[in-house]
Protein backbone atom coordinates (compact mmCIF):
# COMPACT_ATOMS: atom_id res chain seq x y z
CA UNK A 1 0.00 0.00 0.00
CA UNK A 2 2.85 2.41 1.10
CA UNK A 3 4.84 1.37 -1.95
CA UNK A 4 1.88 2.35 -4.23
CA UNK A 5 0.86 5.84 -2.43
CA UNK A 6 5.36 6.70 -2.89
CA UNK A 7 4.58 5.63 -7.08
CA UNK A 8 1.50 8.06 -7.23
CA UNK A 9 3.15 10.59 -5.44
CA UNK A 10 6.09 10.21 -7.89
CA UNK A 11 4.32 10.47 -11.20
CA UNK A 12 2.19 13.32 -9.56
CA UNK A 13 5.80 14.86 -9.02
CA UNK A 14 6.88 14.27 -12.25
CA UNK A 15 3.80 15.26 -14.18
CA UNK A 16 3.66 18.77 -12.50
CA UNK A 17 7.69 18.82 -12.74
CA UNK A 18 6.97 18.31 -16.75
CA UNK A 19 3.93 20.53 -16.96
CA UNK A 20 6.50 23.57 -15.36
CA UNK A 21 9.46 22.91 -17.93
CA UNK A 22 6.39 23.07 -20.74
CA UNK A 23 4.79 26.11 -19.31
CA UNK A 24 8.34 28.09 -19.16
CA UNK A 25 9.73 26.78 -22.58
CA UNK A 26 6.15 28.28 -24.17
CA UNK A 27 7.04 31.71 -22.50
CA UNK A 28 10.46 31.75 -23.52
CA UNK A 29 9.82 30.96 -26.69
CA UNK A 30 7.09 33.87 -27.16
CA UNK A 31 10.08 36.50 -26.49
CA UNK A 32 11.89 37.92 -29.38
CA UNK A 33 15.49 38.66 -28.86
CA UNK A 34 17.22 40.76 -31.42
CA UNK A 35 20.46 40.80 -29.82
CA UNK A 36 21.82 43.36 -27.71
CA UNK A 37 21.95 47.22 -28.69
CA UNK A 38 25.05 48.73 -29.84
CA UNK A 39 25.17 51.71 -27.49
CA UNK A 40 24.09 49.09 -24.33
CA UNK A 41 26.78 49.60 -22.81
CA UNK A 42 27.59 53.21 -23.31
CA UNK A 43 24.21 54.34 -21.35
CA UNK A 44 25.14 51.64 -18.95
CA UNK A 45 28.17 53.13 -17.83
CA UNK A 46 26.61 57.20 -18.42
CA UNK A 47 23.77 56.01 -16.03
CA UNK A 48 25.99 54.26 -13.75
CA UNK A 49 28.37 57.09 -13.86
CA UNK A 50 25.63 59.37 -13.00
CA UNK A 51 24.75 57.56 -10.12
CA UNK A 52 28.43 57.62 -8.91
CA UNK A 53 28.16 61.61 -9.55
CA UNK A 54 25.02 62.80 -8.94
CA UNK A 55 23.57 65.96 -9.40
CA UNK A 56 23.83 67.43 -5.88
CA UNK A 57 22.52 70.49 -6.88
CA UNK A 58 19.23 69.28 -8.23
CA UNK A 59 18.10 68.18 -4.00
CA UNK A 60 16.88 71.61 -3.54
CA UNK A 61 16.37 74.83 -6.23
CA UNK A 62 15.13 77.85 -4.45
CA UNK A 63 13.52 79.15 -7.62
CA UNK A 64 11.65 76.14 -9.34
CA UNK A 65 10.92 72.34 -9.45
CA UNK A 66 13.85 69.90 -7.62
CA UNK A 67 13.91 66.41 -5.93
CA UNK A 68 12.55 67.64 -2.78
CA UNK A 69 9.57 69.03 -4.20
CA UNK A 70 9.17 65.89 -6.55
CA UNK A 71 9.55 63.31 -3.28
CA UNK A 72 7.01 65.80 -1.63
CA UNK A 73 4.77 65.73 -4.65
CA UNK A 74 4.96 61.97 -4.62
CA UNK A 75 4.26 61.39 -0.81
CA UNK A 76 1.07 63.31 -0.93
CA UNK A 77 -0.24 61.25 -3.92
CA UNK A 78 0.88 58.07 -2.31
CA UNK A 79 -1.14 59.12 0.77
CA UNK A 80 -3.80 60.71 -0.15
CA UNK A 81 -4.83 58.01 -2.70
CA UNK A 82 -4.79 55.67 0.22
CA UNK A 83 -6.43 57.38 1.88
CA UNK A 84 -9.05 57.28 -0.38
CA UNK A 85 -9.21 53.51 -0.77
CA UNK A 86 -8.70 53.10 2.59
CA UNK A 87 -12.09 54.40 3.66
CA UNK A 88 -13.94 53.89 0.46
CA UNK A 89 -13.57 50.37 0.22
CA UNK A 90 -14.79 49.28 3.59
CA UNK A 91 -18.11 48.65 2.52
CA UNK A 92 -16.71 46.87 -0.43
CA UNK A 93 -14.54 44.36 2.06
CA UNK A 94 -17.95 43.80 3.45
CA UNK A 95 -19.68 42.91 0.73
CA UNK A 96 -17.29 40.54 -0.34
CA UNK A 97 -16.91 38.77 2.89
CA UNK A 98 -18.32 35.13 2.80
CA UNK A 99 -19.05 35.19 7.13
CA UNK A 100 -20.94 38.80 6.44
CA UNK A 101 -23.65 37.11 4.56
CA UNK A 102 -25.56 33.88 3.89
CA UNK A 103 -26.17 34.09 0.29
CA UNK A 104 -23.27 33.32 -2.27
CA UNK A 105 -24.56 35.27 -5.00
CA UNK A 106 -23.97 38.12 -2.25
CA UNK A 107 -20.03 38.00 -1.56
CA UNK A 108 -19.86 36.03 -4.84
CA UNK A 109 -20.64 39.28 -6.38
CA UNK A 110 -18.53 41.31 -4.27
CA UNK A 111 -15.37 39.18 -4.86
CA UNK A 112 -16.27 40.02 -8.85
CA UNK A 113 -16.74 43.66 -8.10
CA UNK A 114 -13.24 44.20 -6.39
CA UNK A 115 -11.94 41.70 -9.22
CA UNK A 116 -13.19 43.98 -11.78
CA UNK A 117 -11.60 47.14 -10.49
CA UNK A 118 -8.02 45.17 -10.09
CA UNK A 119 -8.07 44.17 -13.55
CA UNK A 120 -7.02 47.60 -14.85
CA UNK A 121 -3.16 48.49 -13.63
CA UNK A 122 -2.26 52.44 -12.19
CA UNK A 123 -1.14 53.45 -15.45
CA UNK A 124 -4.02 52.50 -17.55
CA UNK A 125 -6.45 54.51 -14.77
CA UNK A 126 -3.85 57.58 -14.57
CA UNK A 127 -3.84 57.89 -18.54
CA UNK A 128 -7.94 57.66 -18.39
CA UNK A 129 -7.98 60.04 -15.87
CA UNK A 130 -5.38 62.39 -17.40
CA UNK A 131 -7.87 62.75 -20.05
CA UNK A 132 -10.71 63.40 -17.94
CA UNK A 133 -9.46 65.65 -15.42
CA UNK A 134 -6.05 66.67 -16.95
CA UNK A 135 -2.20 65.91 -16.25
CA UNK A 136 -1.52 66.33 -12.80
CA UNK A 137 -1.48 64.79 -9.07
CA UNK A 138 -5.18 65.08 -9.18
CA UNK A 139 -5.12 62.18 -11.78
CA UNK A 140 -2.27 60.37 -9.95
CA UNK A 141 -4.34 60.35 -6.72
CA UNK A 142 -7.63 59.18 -8.46
CA UNK A 143 -5.71 56.23 -10.29
CA UNK A 144 -4.32 55.11 -7.24
CA UNK A 145 -7.03 55.50 -5.26
CA UNK A 146 -9.38 53.32 -7.44
CA UNK A 147 -7.08 51.03 -7.96
CA UNK A 148 -6.38 50.33 -4.31
CA UNK A 149 -9.88 50.22 -3.43
CA UNK A 150 -9.95 46.97 -5.14
CA UNK A 151 -6.28 45.84 -3.79
CA UNK A 152 -7.76 46.88 -0.52
CA UNK A 153 -11.05 45.26 -0.64
CA UNK A 154 -9.86 42.40 -0.87
CA UNK A 155 -7.46 41.91 1.75
CA UNK A 156 -10.13 43.80 4.36
CA UNK A 157 -12.30 41.26 3.42
CA UNK A 158 -9.87 38.24 3.96
CA UNK A 159 -9.12 39.73 7.05
CA UNK A 160 -13.03 40.18 8.08
CA UNK A 161 -13.43 36.11 6.79
CA UNK A 162 -10.68 35.00 9.21
CA UNK A 163 -11.86 36.58 11.97
CA UNK A 164 -13.58 35.08 15.27
CA UNK A 165 -16.98 34.93 15.32
CA UNK A 166 -17.85 34.06 19.03
CA UNK A 167 -18.36 37.46 19.91
CA UNK A 168 -20.55 38.57 16.97
CA UNK A 169 -22.80 35.58 18.03
CA UNK A 170 -23.03 36.56 21.42
CA UNK A 171 -23.91 40.18 20.49
CA UNK A 172 -26.38 38.57 18.26
CA UNK A 173 -28.10 36.30 21.33
CA UNK A 174 -27.91 39.33 23.48
CA UNK A 175 -30.35 41.17 21.01
CA UNK A 176 -27.84 43.44 19.51
CA UNK A 177 -28.88 44.57 15.63
CA UNK A 178 -26.53 44.05 12.37
CA UNK A 179 -25.15 47.68 12.57
CA UNK A 180 -24.62 46.93 16.27
CA UNK A 181 -22.53 43.71 15.61
CA UNK A 182 -20.69 45.14 13.42
CA UNK A 183 -19.68 48.47 15.15
CA UNK A 184 -18.55 46.53 18.76
CA UNK A 185 -17.59 42.94 17.48
CA UNK A 186 -16.26 42.82 14.21
CA UNK A 187 -14.47 46.09 13.84
CA UNK A 188 -12.69 46.24 16.85
CA UNK A 189 -10.94 42.38 15.62
CA UNK A 190 -10.41 43.72 12.17
CA UNK A 191 -9.37 47.13 12.75
CA UNK A 192 -5.41 46.48 13.63
CA UNK A 193 -4.95 44.53 10.19
CA UNK A 194 -6.66 47.39 8.21
CA UNK A 195 -4.11 49.59 9.58
CA UNK A 196 -1.19 46.93 8.66
CA UNK A 197 -2.80 46.89 5.38
CA UNK A 198 -2.87 50.31 5.12
CA UNK A 199 0.69 51.06 6.07
CA UNK A 200 1.62 48.21 3.87
CA UNK A 201 -0.62 49.59 0.38
CA UNK A 202 1.06 52.91 0.94
CA UNK A 203 4.55 51.55 0.50
CA UNK A 204 3.30 50.02 -3.09
CA UNK A 205 1.93 53.02 -3.99
CA UNK A 206 4.71 55.43 -3.30
CA UNK A 207 6.56 53.22 -5.94
CA UNK A 208 3.57 53.39 -8.01
CA UNK A 209 2.98 56.77 -7.82
CA UNK A 210 6.80 57.35 -9.15
CA UNK A 211 6.08 55.71 -12.10
CA UNK A 212 2.91 57.47 -13.18
CA UNK A 213 4.69 60.34 -12.87
CA UNK A 214 6.27 59.11 -16.04
CA UNK A 215 2.86 59.53 -18.07
CA UNK A 216 1.93 63.04 -16.55
CA UNK A 217 0.05 62.04 -13.37
CA UNK A 218 2.67 64.06 -10.79
CA UNK A 219 5.01 63.13 -8.59
CA UNK A 220 8.76 62.80 -9.11
CA UNK A 221 8.55 60.79 -12.40
CA UNK A 222 7.62 63.69 -14.59
CA UNK A 223 11.62 65.40 -13.84
CA UNK A 224 12.90 61.85 -14.28
CA UNK A 225 11.20 61.17 -17.93
CA UNK A 226 12.28 64.67 -19.01
CA UNK A 227 15.76 63.58 -17.38
CA UNK A 228 16.30 60.69 -19.60
CA UNK A 229 14.90 62.08 -22.56
CA UNK A 230 17.78 64.86 -22.44
CA UNK A 231 20.29 62.25 -21.37
CA UNK A 232 21.07 64.30 -18.27
CA UNK A 233 22.56 61.52 -16.42
CA UNK A 234 23.57 62.98 -13.43
CA UNK A 235 20.33 64.01 -12.73
CA UNK A 236 18.79 60.56 -13.13
CA UNK A 237 21.26 59.65 -10.99
CA UNK A 238 20.23 61.82 -8.08
CA UNK A 239 16.53 61.09 -8.87
CA UNK A 240 16.81 57.53 -9.08
CA UNK A 241 18.73 58.07 -5.53
CA UNK A 242 16.00 60.06 -3.62
CA UNK A 243 13.46 57.41 -4.44
CA UNK A 244 15.69 54.49 -3.11
CA UNK A 245 16.23 56.31 0.12
CA UNK A 246 12.57 57.39 0.28
CA UNK A 247 11.26 54.20 -0.69
CA UNK A 248 13.72 52.80 2.26
CA UNK A 249 12.75 55.10 4.78
CA UNK A 250 9.36 53.82 4.20
CA UNK A 251 9.53 50.56 4.54
CA UNK A 252 11.39 50.96 7.52
CA UNK A 253 9.15 53.49 9.17
CA UNK A 254 6.06 51.07 8.23
CA UNK A 255 7.25 47.94 9.06
CA UNK A 256 8.44 49.23 12.70
CA UNK A 257 4.47 50.63 13.31
CA UNK A 258 3.25 47.62 11.65
CA UNK A 259 4.97 45.71 14.38
CA UNK A 260 3.48 47.61 17.18
CA UNK A 261 0.26 47.46 15.56
CA UNK A 262 -0.76 43.82 14.87
Known amino acids: MKQNNRIQVRIRSGLITVLLILVYVWAFSGLEFNGIQPTAGEISQSILRGMIHPDWGY ?4 EGED ?3 GLLDTLAIAI ?3 FISAILCVPFAFWAASNMSKHK ?18 IVMAIIFIKAVGPGSFAGVLALGLHSIGMLGKLYSESIENLDMGP ?3 LTACGANRLQTIWYAVIPQVLP ?7 FRIEINVRSASILGMIGAGGIGTPLIFALEA ?3 DRVGIILLGIIVTVTLIDILSGYIRKRIV
Do not use: D, Q
Open 193 to 199: HFYSLIL
Open 59 to 62: VYLP
Open 67 to 69: LLR
Open 105 to 122: SIHGSGKIFLSFIRVFPE
Open 168 to 170: SEA
Open 80 to 82: LGT
Open 231 to 233: RSW
